[in-house]
């Protein structure tokens, strides 16, 4: 095999190495404090989305946080956590709850309700309704530990921060 063949034969492997590896290390980037996708029992003021509809694969966080809160005896689930990553690079290549929350609250209008800064978004299971949000610091939800702030999250702002308001619980 000639030089120039062998070497443009690495080169192009060196590439495909180097995608693969950019599609699959963002997963494993955290910075910051994590968000939570956090399920309470709540009676929904208009409708709600009933989860068997939604699918496990493209509403992870969602799914998980309303599966966790019909297993709890306080009715309240959080999903696993998320970390946005430095720099802004780990939003264009993973999915996170904000994108749930975006496709949510664009395709079930109804069932998202805005107050102030929080927006919540209401989903049925058995019966159940559950208000669903985006937090920092889910308090003792899922056995997180016990925190006296919640801060509930909206979406990413422009510069990939995200805005929040903190607020008592209780």
């Not at 709600?48 to 509809?53: A, D």
């Not at 956590?81 to 990553?85: D, F, H, K």
């Given at each position: 095999m000639r030089r120039i063949t062998r070497n443009t034969i690495l080169v192009i492997?060196?590439?495909?190495?180097?995608?693969?590896a950019l599609g699959a290390l963002p997963a494993y980037l955290k910075s910051g404090d994590p968000y939570y996708v956090v399920a309470t029992a709540d009676e929904a003021p208009n409708?709600?989305?009933?989860?068997?509809?939604?699918s496990?694969?493209?509403?992870r966080f969602t799914t998980d946080a309303v599966t966790a809160a019909a297993g709890n005896a306080n009715e309240t689930g959080r999903s696993d956590?998320?970390?946005?990553?430095p720099f802004g690079v780990k939003e264009g290549f993973t999915h996170s709850p904000f994108d749930e929350f975006e496709a949510l609250t664009r395709d079930h209008p109804n069932a998202t309700v805005t107050a102030g800064n929080d927006?919540?978004?209401y989903l049925s299971r058995n019966g159940t309704s559950y208000r669903v949000e985006i937090t920092q610091a889910p308090g003792s939800v899922g056995?997180?530990?016990?925190?006296?702030?919640?801060?509930?999250v909206v979406r990413p702002g422009p510069a990939g921060d995200a805005t929040?308001?903190?607020?008592?619980?209780?």
């Open positions: 492997l060196a590439v495909v190495v180097l995608l693969l409708e709600s989305v009933n989860t068997t509809n939604l496990a694969q493209r509403y956590p998320y970390w946005r990553g927006t919540s978004v056995g997180a530990g016990t925190d006296a702030t919640t801060s509930r929040s308001r903190a607020e008592g619980a209780g």
